[in-house]
Every structure is written in structure tokens, then in C-alpha cells.
């Protein structure tokens, strides 16, 4: 960094033809077919002048209306006064140059001029915003964000309508520069929050990153951890609720999602949509899930526990059943549970693989088939299919793609260690787990707040307090401005 | 060093893995347990009875007719290592974590010898203490073998209705495992066991539905098996039984015990060849006041028993129900009725058994200093047999139904 620094800049030439050279040979002009240049003679003052672009970049209607033609029939003063393009600015450098003209914009070089234009006719080709697919709602706006960095923010700002929330800029990548967008309400965000999050984003000593999935990657502390710290949403509405909190949300160009943190243990839990539901129905799902995650991580092993260490836990009649179903079964139960897990795991990555939208049929038919048939060779006994296909289906609740991972590489875990000792060692697996878990920090915030550490805010964790009750942002942010709401007060003094 | 450290920490996984790790299809469930004297002093018949878990199973592969149990008898000191002897020739381990029920020969459990084999059970960790104790009146193993439900096949399923039936009814007591040691070694009260023969021998009618022990209640078809009356037992060893009646009077007095319903006959006051039926159920606990002199080691026992009776049928057709001067004449009967039942029950215990089985000692115990104290005031000997105790029953409430009156006779035989 402090090399480049002290190196001299190089800049433009007063000279059309050096500076014709110097682009033809940055840009490998002839050998990049994909690089135009265009030389004019301007009507306004009679100077040659040349402009340079990507032709896959730019709208070249736009070039054509709003540049070339007022160049060669406008009169007037000065090029300000000719081009009718919204936005024009100098550029000296020629690294500028280099980026302008990498990011879609018309460079256009005058005669006798010791520097550039660039004028902004960029057209990135992008999606058209479609449904959000993986996080799907019942209830609530279906949007979700597109490839496109500008249709994105529009998403965003469409639901915060204030001047405060500001998107910032900061570049990553040595080689390819790609832009990386802050956004945050001013008033709300921790100052000191920000400038890791910016010290982590200039830091960054590599060549490219090409979209916010890696980016994900780059900048998360633990990278071996089992626990996501960073959580990736593509819907605008969940990045508006978060940035109106005082969370951080980073957007890139080429990602239909965007990166929010810091953030907690519960964020994975909750869904958007158990806000958009009322109270009680809203609650209900997180019940729902809450039972949906623990049977997720721990039927198959409880299974394995009492059935292969305490059968003086489970009731005659259903150990009787289980016993009988085993009776003509060749593997032991723990190598049973392990098969049908791992099947399970192969359909479903099967699924997602096959071309769409006939994956997940076909795998769950070819789950359902396999089980059959399986169970009428004696290869497992049917008390497994069910308890893997319940372990299975419920860890669909847990909608995030990075905290299913989490959940389901637990599983395996939890089954592995419930094999040594049992109920014994399945809790020492768990409560090491949870230590675990409890000692991460996301960007500072503890992973289990504000459930421990307490810290004043709505207490959203387990079950949520109705709309207007919620009068706090999350403490542990340590936003500038902790009150969200001050209505529920008002109408107490009354 | 990471490599090795993290390696070792595998190795430590493989060499202790799985120990004490059983499959569920390697074992046998034994369901009840009977022990039985022998000729030779120390060594006891052991009878398991072994549940089929395929019995009753739907699943395909497996054939409709599957016994629903083994039994099996085997000789040996304690229990637990006669399940090894069995092993010679029953296939899968023999594992006595589900057994419900320890059925005892009354042979045995009038001779010294009970408490010996008992002790083995609260030692292992395979016998959960709330297994029932039933004894038998007849030899274990032939009560075992003589049992044969028709409608619960599967014997787990069996001794769990049965006894939870009975326990609702009151006619057998609560006689875990846990309570038979919290008695005993507490060196007060009688621990009441469940008293229960497949053999018949049928009593005189008389109209009463509960004065019977086991095997004496008239009955036609069913099982031969009968769970009637209670087992007294003091000091570890048998010293009597009580008829189911005296047995739901002792659930009635002891809070420890409780009675869901029971339905009851009772002599009707009016016209005593008929008797009225009633449902009695108790809302609360018994208040059982108990005042200690200790100068004189001797105490007062006042109880009250609250209840209510829902009458469920009146034969005599007299109307209880619209007349006050009748209604009260039935209330007194009923109070008086079972009063005079407890005293005699009361009087019985304090002359011929001198302790109590409705575990009162409880109420004694916060009256002395500390145990040596309460042992040296000896509630066998000498506070239970000499205390006043009065019981005193309190209906609450007369139920009569859903229709107040019955059928005017005359007015339909005219």
C-alpha cells in the first residue's frame, strides 16, 4: 500500500494521439474485441476528440443520442454546454481511466486537454426481479433482490424513505475492482461497527471477489466454524428490517442477496414472516420451529441413545415394536440410523442437482421407494424410516441455506457421539456444542444475545412481543439511537 | 503435535466406544419376576416370565401366530444371578429393566427369609423400585402359569391394566418396591402388598361387593386370576391379609394412596334386605390431626374424612332423594357404615397387628428431637397400639343423578 503510494501517477497527455496510444495499448485494443474507440471531430470548437468504451457495457442508443450527435451538430461554449448526458467528470489519471471505463462509462479524450470525460451511459445486463425462491412468505412483499447493485438499493430505500440511510462505497480486489455497498442508517449504526466493517473490506489483499457469497467468506472471523456469522438474505424487506435496527447490509453487483451483520444465533431461527404474521399466529411458527430444530438435531441420535444404552427409558410397547422391527435387521442400530441419514443426504443433494422442478419430487418419491423397498428386503427396519424422515422433514424449517448446514452436519454429531455412552455422551456432545456456540462473537455482538448476555432490547429470541410493545433497538448493537418507538410511552402518560 | 494430540483423542474414542452398548434385539424383556421357597434353605425358584415383542406385531415377515410370552423357572440364591443360570437356555440376554411386576409365593413372604431376597433388588440398578409386589397365594410359578388374560395377551400390557384398574378401584394398595423399603426400614406402619391367586374358592354371597381376598370373589369366565385384598406385612415378614374392603379403607385413610372411584354397596337403611349402590370418591386428602404427649408416649389421633357419594342405585325404590327426614337417614347410615368398617379395621390393627397400615407414623415423626428419640418411643410397640384414635367421616355432598326419583312401584303395578 505505502509503495503505490509514493509512486508518481500517471496521468493524461495534452496530446490526442499519445493519449490514443496510451489506451490502445492499456486496453489491448484489436486483440479485446470488445473495446471501441470512436474519433470525432467536435462541431462546438473543431478539436479531434475520441471516446473510449466496452461496447458490452454501454447503451449505445444512449451514446448515440445524448454524445455523438450534439458533438457533431451542437454549437455552443464548452462541452458541459453540448453533451446532454446527466452526469460528466473529469478524470486525469489513468488509473481513473482504467476504472471508468472498466464500470461501463464513456471516456472521451479532447485535443489539447490534459484530461478526460467520463460519462456515465453504463448498462449492466441484469435479471428482472423475480419471486424470492428460498425464502419464500405466505404473507408479505414477494420480492427479492436481482443481480443488478442499483435495482437493489432501489429495493432497499424503497422501504426506508429517509435521508439518513446512507450507502457508502468501498472497493475490493487488487486486479478487478468490484464495488461493495455499505448501507446504513447514519443516526442508528455504531461508529465503530462501521470501521471494522471498512477495515475488513480495505484489507482484503486479493485479486477478485466476485459477488457477496465470497465476499461472505473474506471477511467472517471464523471460517472453520460450524456456526454462520454472517447472515445472507434476498429479500429487501429483511435487509430494510435489519438496516432499520442499526445493522450493517453489504450489496455487490452480481448477487441476488445481500450480507447482514452483525448478527445473532437467533436471526437463523426467525423468519421475516413471523413479524408479518400477528402475534399469536407469528409465534406459533416459532414453536413450530423451535420443536422442528430440536427434532432435527436430536431424534436420530436420541434413538440411538436409549435404544442402544437405556431401553429402560422407552416404553414396553414401543420397545417391544422397535425390538421386533430389529429382529431381522443384519446391521446394528447405529450403522441403520447412519444409512438412512446419509441417504437422505444424497437425495436431497440429488435434489438439488437434478435440473429443475422436477428435483424435489423425484427425490422424495425416490426417498419414499427406497425406504419401501429397503424395509421389505430387512435392510432397516421401518422404525428408522420414520424417525429419518421426521429428523429429515423438519430440517426443512430451518430456512436459512447456511444454519441448515449447521444443523444437519450436528445431526451427524450428535448420532456419532450418542454411540459411545449414549444419553451421557450425547450431552457432553451438546453442551460442548453450545459452548461453542455461545462463545462466538459476530462482529463483537455475543452469538446469544440478548439472551446471554442480557442486553435491553426487544427480546426477540425464543418468542416475540407484540408490534407495539417493541420499543428497542437491540442494545447489543450499541446503536446511537437505542429507542425505536416511542408511541407504547406516550400513551402510558396519558 | 496437533496430529498426534488430535489422534490419540481418536484412538480414546475407538477404545472406549461403545461400551455398555446393547441392541435392543439382543434382549429379553422379563415382565414379571416370581420367587417361590425350595426344600434346600438359601436357594429360591425363580420363575421369569419373558415378553415376545413380535407377539402382536404387524410387520410383514413376521407370522400371525406368535406367543405372547415364555415362562421359564430356574433355581439360584438372588435374582440377579439366576437370570445367568436362565441363560443356559434362553437365547438373548435376560434383562429385568422393563419388569413391572415381583410376584411373591405367600409361603415365602410369611417366612424370614423375604426381606434376605429382597435386598438384592434395591441393590441393582435394573429393578426400577416402582415395580409392583404382589403376593401370591399360591406358588409363584404356578400363579405365573396359571395366568392366562385372553384380552391382554402381552403380558407388560396385562399387569399394567390390571393393576392400574384395581389401584383406581382401591381394592389392592399402592405396593411398589420403594415403598415396600421406605416402610420397612422406617421401623413403623405395615406395608400392604397386592394380594392376588389364580386359585378359586368361592365365598357365600351377601350382598356386599368387597368383603372378599383374592380368589374368593364369585365370578363366572374371565381370567382365573384374581387381584382382590392386600397382603399385611411387618417388619419384612407377612402377618396377615385384609379383604378388599379393609384394603380401600386403608387407601382411604393414608394420603399417600389414592382412589380414583369407587363403587361401593352399602346396606339401605330403610329396608335392609336391599343394599344402595353408590360411587364414593374422595375430594381431599384426610385431615389427620395427631397430638403426642410426650411425658406419657402417648397420643390422640383425630381424622376426618371428607367424601361425597353419588348414589347410583336404589333398589327399594324408597325416595331418598325428595325427602329430607330419609336423605339424613342415609347420610348417618353411610357415615355410620363405614365408621363402624374402620373401627373395626382400627381396633383389629392396635390389638392383633399393634402398628397401622395407613402410614401414620409420618404425622408422629415432627413431635420428637431427632431419630434416636422416635426410635426410643417406638410407634410398633408402644404409640401406635395404646393411642385413642377417632375417625370421623364427613359427607359432603349426596349425589342422586341424574333422575331424582325413582319408578313409583305402585303406581305401576296397579
Redesign the interface.
Known sequence: MLKKKTQTKEILNTKLLINLDILKERFSFGLNNDFSIRLITAKFNKHELCLAYYASLVNSDKIEQTIIQPLLEQEGDSLFDVITAESITKIKELEELDDHINNGKVVLIIDGESFGYSIDVAQFQHRDISQSENESVVRGPKESFTESLHVNISLIRKQIRNRELITEVQKVGKRSKQDVQLMYLNSVVNDQLLDEIRSKLTQLDVDNVQNIELLEQFIEERPYSIFPTILYTERPDNAATYIDKGHVVLLMDSSAACLILPITFWAFIHNVEDRYSRFLYGNFTRLIRFIALFFTSMISSLYVAL???H??MIP??L???????????PF??IIEVLIMEIAFELIREAGIRIPNPLGPTIGIVGALILGQAAV?A?IIS?IIVIVSALSGLTSFAISDPSFNFTVRITRFIFIISA????MFSLMIAFTLWFMYGASLKSFGVPYFAPLSPTYKSNSDTYFRKAIKKEKWRPGYLLPKDLQSSRTFERGKTK | MKTISLSGLLIL?IL??????????R?S?V?AVGIDVTDQDGIYAFTYQI?N??AG?T????GAEQIPDETITVFGTDIMTATNTANSFVTKQI?L??TRVLIVSEALARSDQFLRIMQSTARTT?I?RSIQIIVSKENASDFINNNSPVLEQ?P??YY?YMLSRAKETGIIPDADLHRFFQITEGDADLFLGIYATTTYDPKELDGSEDEFVAGQVPKEGGNVTQFMGSAVFKEGIMIDRLTGEETRICNILDKTMNINEMLANYPDPLAPEYQVATDVFQTDNPKVNLNYDSEMNHATIDVTVPFEVKILAIPSLIHYSQNEDFKRTLRDAIEQYITDATDELIKKSQEAYRSDPFYWSIYIRRHFKDIPAYEEGDWHKNIYPNADITVNYQLKRLHFGKMLDDTKLDEVRD
Not at chain 1, 454411540?419 to 449414549?422: A, E, I, K, M
Not at chain 2, 472406549?16 to 434385539?25: A, K, N, Q, R, S
Request: proline share 7%; hydrophobic share 40%; aromatic share 10%.
Open positions: 435404544s442402544n444404552f431401553s429402560e414396553p410397547d420397545l417391544f415394536a422397535v425390538t421386533a422391527a430389529r429382529e431381522r435387521v446394528p442400530l421389505e430387512n421401518p454411540g459411545f455412552f449414549g | 474414542f472406549i466406544g461403545c461400551e455398555d452398548m446393547v441392541e435392543v434385539d434382549q424383556y415382565i415378553a415383542p413380535e406385531s410387520l410383514a415377515g413376521i434383562i429393566d422393563q435394573e426400577r402381552r407388560h400390557k399394567q
